[in-house]
DNA sequence: GGTGCCATTGATAATCAATATCATTAAGAT
DNA sequence: ATCTTAATGATATTGATTATCAATGGCACC
């Protein structure tokens, strides 16, 4: 069993006000957000920056694990800063709202599946989306 | 339990020459292929078209649930075509061979944890990512 | 404090998959 | 054969993301 990897800061990286004015952002926020929803609240909260950097931002902290990445079949990536660990999450397809799902007997049945089937180094993508009780009132 | 999608020819849709080649390419292959893939085998076929018509055929096959579409986290996405009723793949990160994989407990195991979190109708993706044994063989 | 190196930034252009437009072609019903 | 209308191909467009590159600014060292 491999331990998670180390999230030390990228060799060579500089701290910088844009990359904490997107830390922030991602820190108070508890939904997944785009690329563009960051720059709208860096931006609000006084640190404009161009989107390039927004960009720039988020792929050193997702190589760095800092933060997790969702792909949606169509539109733009989504962002959000989640705690250290494998795990997955539960979205609510009307607010965003995440929760982080980590559940061992997954992560055996995904493990086993594989073996079964010959296949090693297995990794996997997993994401569950539902509505929240919150919508489900007001949707 | 809703029934699975019935898989009736859209309304209006017109039985084409271009439309049964990308349907042929796709059932002779085991593995998932990129649109752009499907226009080159079908083109190998006899049966060349502009890749605007690839698209739209693979639009209308995966909206009549014949085929399944994997979108990676990046690049192009993926299609294949697939038996009747919900499953998920184990894919080979060499060779794109994939598996079916179809196991009950693990649907289970989605609909539970979604009802503890009180989040309702959940959908989910689920991908195994892995290699098989020839490319382990072969590197 | 000042200096220098080099990562970072922003403006802009470039990529690349996927879709939209629209005149032309052809399926398939009558 | 004729007609209606979906399908097609050439082309332009969109939209997210990345690349380029000159100018700026961290920060380690003096
Ligand atoms: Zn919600
Ligand atoms: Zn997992
Ligand atoms: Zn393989
Ligand atoms: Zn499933």
Redesign the pocket.
């Known amino acids: 069993m491999a331990p998670e990897a180390e999230r030390l800061p ?1 060799a ?8 904490s004015a997107i830390i922030d952002a991602l820190t108070n926020a508890s939904t997944f957000h ?3 929803d960051l720059q709208k609240l860096a931006s609000d909260a006084g640190h ?6 927004v ?3 988020l ?2 902290l997702s190589a760095a694990n800092e933060v997790d990445v969702l792909h949606p079949s ?4 989504l962002y959000r800063r989640c705690t250290l660990g494998h795990h997955h999450h539960l979205v609510c397809r009307q607010c965003g709202q995440a929760t982080e799902i980590a559940d061992e007997a997954l992560e055996k049945w995904v493990e086993r599946t594989a073996n079964q089937h010959g296949f090693t180094e297995p990794h996997h993508t997993l994401e569950i989306f539902g509505t929240c009780q919150e919508c489900a009132k007001f949707g």
Request: glycine share 8%; hydrophobic share 35%.
């Open positions: 990228l060579g990286s500089r701290a910088t006000r844009r990359r785009s690329a563009r404009p920056m161009a989107l390039s950097t960009y720039r931002a792929q050193a169509c539109g733009e990536a």
